[in-house]
């Protein structure tokens, strides 16, 4: 009867959901950071934000059908192998045999599945015929506290303590690293960012070594540069980089219509950032700072700037975990006092030939397109990573509206000069 049953994809899901059921009830050394995220949805494990996980995990037919969506057809042929038991109260299924089931798992094309499971990893590492490391499994698999209900959840018992932290909560953007959709793979960087994000995970990684010697000066860093050359991609692609949620600000939001608020509220963000630590917290138009300062004669808002840069001084990546990234367009109207708060200063030019060419491959990666990236860096010169990123989404929508999914040069064309018409109605001609 095993042999007569066609393997399907869901087929397959199943028995690997029973595997790791039972693997994981065996051994209780492995915790929610094992269990993939289907398997997390499947079980349960992590409502609520909670990182424990409740044994023993059960497999039933009508969590099969409810959370995968699967038909009784599939169900039917899981039951049919002689190595699955089922129980008619709860309709739970079980696995008679873990080796047996392993072995047809094997057989019948699971080792994929092996490779993206650290419970399977687990038990397979060091088998006959399975090329595969328990400890490299695990590090891949998305970790818990990256992920949105973690990080809601902890915001949410930061939140519930006081009416301040209530305050802060609505006048910044908090992301967890799983929500994040930049990744460092994704970006073009230059030598000198790359530097940074490698100081960066070191520092992370030394904290305890770095704090030991009394050294705090590091992680405010201040980006700057053109609009649309990556300061804000990269600010956010540390996120799941590095594990660490990040709280966007925009100062500009957060100068309260009451400007005696406004100082409070800088304080109560800052301090938000300290209780949700290890997190980045970004700040975007850094120079509102500046123009403030250069400009408003408001006795409010020049404590409310001073207020932000004692925050500055008094934050440390080393002590209190928190990465500070500051971002401005301006950096010649920020004063002494401003860019003497960070201990670095990243540059983000626009990018040369070799740069552009770069970023055109990796946005057209997944694309078929009929055209000369070599030719079109050399012809897009004074053109940010942004500007690029348009000019493709403009030809794969000029393909689409013709029903082709292929970009054809006539595309491109279309794409260059919607980026320079934009541009230009920017520059006020």
């Known amino acids: 009867m095993t042999g007569e049953t066609t393997v399907t994809p869901d087929l397959l899901t199943v028995i690997e959901l029973l595997l790791t059921a039972e ?12 269990l993939n995220p289907r398997s997390r949805e499947f079980f349960g494990a992590g409502s609520g934000g909670n990182p424990g996980v409740k044994r023993p995990l059960i497999v039933s037919e009508g969590a099969i059908k409810k959370v995968l969506g699967v ?9 049919a192998n002689p190595f699955v038991g089922y129980e008619e109260f709860g309709q739970r299924l079980n696995l008679l045999s873990l080796d047996t089931a392993a072995s047809w798992f094997v057989k019948k094309g699971g080792k994929d599945l092996i490779e993206g499971n650290p419970v399977l990893a687990s038990y397979f590492e060091g ?36 009416e301040e932290m209530r305050e802060a909560r609505d006048l910044i953007i908090i992301s967890a690293p799983a929500e994040v959709e930049f990744t460092l793979e994704k970006l073009v960087c230059t030598p000198r960012q790359e530097e940074v994000i490698r100081k960066i995970g070191v520092a992370l990684e030394h904290r305890d070594f770095l704090k030991q010697h009394g050294i705090y000066e590091f992680g405010r860093f201040l980006f700057v540069g053109p609009p649309g050359t990556g300061k804000t991609s990269l ?40 209780r949700l630590a290890p997190c980045i917290l970004f700040i975007d138009e850094f120079d509102f700072v500046a123009k403030t ?14 207020m932000l840069l004692k925050n500055i001084d008094q934050i440390s990546f080393v002590k209190n975990g928190v ?33 552009r060419q770069a970023i055109l491959e990796k946005v057209a990666a997944t694309i078929e397109c009929d055209c000369d990236f070599a030719d079109l860096a050399a012809r897009t ?19 689409l509206m013709e029903g082709r999914h292929r970009i054809s040069p006539v595309d ?5 000069l919607r980026v320079e018409e934009r541009n230009l109605i920017r520059a006020g001609h």
């Not at 088998?127 to 695990?138: E, K």
């Open 23 to 34: 693997i994981f009830n065996r051994n209780e050394a492995l915790d929610i950071n094992d």
């Open 71 to 79: 038909p009784e057809a599939v169900c039917q042929a899981v039951r």
């Open 127 to 162: 088998r006959d015929g399975i090329a595969v490391r328990y400890r490299d499994v695990r590090a891949k698999n998305q970790r818990f506290e990256d992920t949105k209900d973690y990080i809601e959840a902890k915001v949410s018992r930061i939140v519930g303590e006081s």
């Open 235 to 274: 600010a956010l692609a540390m996120s799941p980089e590095l594990h660490m949620p990040v709280l966007e600000v925009r100062l500009a939001m957060v100068t309260s219509q009451y400007l005696g608020e406004t100082s409070k509220n800088i304080d109560r963000i800052f301090e938000l950032a300290k």
């Open 293 to 306: 300062r250069v400009s408003d004669d408001h006795g409010a808002m020049k404590r409310a700037v001073n």
């Open 323 to 355: 990465l500070l990234i500051g971002a401005t367009n301006h950096p010649r109207i920020l004063d002494e006092a401003a860019w003497r708060r960070f201990d670095e200063v990243v540059e983000f030019p626009l990018p040369d030939r070799k740069m």
């Open 381 to 399: 010169e004074g053109f940010s990573g942004s500007d690029l990123r348009m000019m493709m989404k403009e030809a794969v929508m000029s393909a």
């Open 412 to 416: 491109i064309e279309q794409g260059l």
